[in-house]
């Protein structure tokens, strides 16, 4: 995936759900993290869609919290339906990403996320080298960064990854415009952005912002299931961003 154009990402994980994303989504995103046994299912896949592995470290909002988190996450990057990972920019880039007066536990997420930085470098090389294209990913499950912090983390994003990715949560409608002119300020620019705000404010900008140039759009196959506050579902979602579009 090149995502020179909108990609509506499943979310899952659990790949057997595949074919019901089938009808509606471009890839599948696979939350290694969440998923039983992930090497067992990447092992026996034979879906039609793409994936974009995702192996979230805790510090970051997810659930892996092992040492072999990112050999897992470079293995994963071998297989030739694997077209893309995610990795943490505050692993890629800590002394830029890293905000500890924004949140709270900041200097033990910093000291993890450098923990980390010489295997996420080595896992995004690897990966290029397969053929796989990396997500940078910046995720605040407190609040929406003011304009000048959006730019500075958008900036290393789109420099550390083929795809800068932020995700932020909106208090209000300002939070969420101030998401989308980043978004748009960026894709002017050439870049390739996937932003979106969580939480119910910033709900709709799963859909708008595809307007303004995000690349990439997560919804999960059962509403049930969603990996991120605010996520409308699979269906819904793809109709929204094909009515908009």
């Known amino acids: 995936m090149e995502f020179d154009s909108f990609v509506l990402a499943a979310a899952t994980a659990d790949l057997d759900e595949e074919p019901a994303a089938r009808p509606h989504a471009d890839a599948v995103e696979f939350r290694m993290d969440m ?41 994963a990057a071998e297989y030739d339906f694997v077209e893309a ?12 990403a890293a905000d500890d007066d924004a949140n709270p536990g900041g200097t033990d997420v910093a000291a993890a996320a450098a923990a980390d930085a010489e295997a996420a470098a080595e896992t995004a090389a690897h990966a290029r080298d397969q053929g796989a294209a990396v997500l940078a ?17 958008l900036e290393a994003a789109v ?3 083929d795809v ?26 050439g870049e390739r952005v996937a932003t979106m705000s969580m939480g119910e404010p910033g709900r709709h900008t799963r859909a708008v912002a595809p307007v303004y140039g995000s690349r990439i759009g997560y919804a999960p196959v059962d509403p049930e299931r969603a990996t991120a506050p605010g996520q409308y579902d699979l269906a819904t979602l793809a109709s929204l961003v094909e009515q908009l579009g």
């Open 85 to 96: 990972v995610d990795v943490e920019l505050r692993a890629l880039r800590p002394g830029v």
């Open 137 to 153: 990913s910046v995720h605040d499950f407190e609040a929406t960064p003011d304009a000048e912090r959006l730019d500075a983390l």
């Open 35 to 75: 998923a039983a046994d992930p090497a067992t299912q990447l092992a026996a896949y034979d879906g039609d869609l793409p994936l974009i592995a995702t192996n979230r470290a805790t510090w970051e909002g997810g659930e892996a919290d092992g040492d072999d988190r990112l050999d897992a996450l470079a293995r």
């Open 159 to 161: 420099d550390a990854g």
């Open 164 to 189: 800068g990715k932020l995700a932020v949560t909106a208090h209000d409608r300002r939070d969420t415009l101030a998401l989308l002119s980043a978004t748009r300020k960026w894709t002017a620019r």
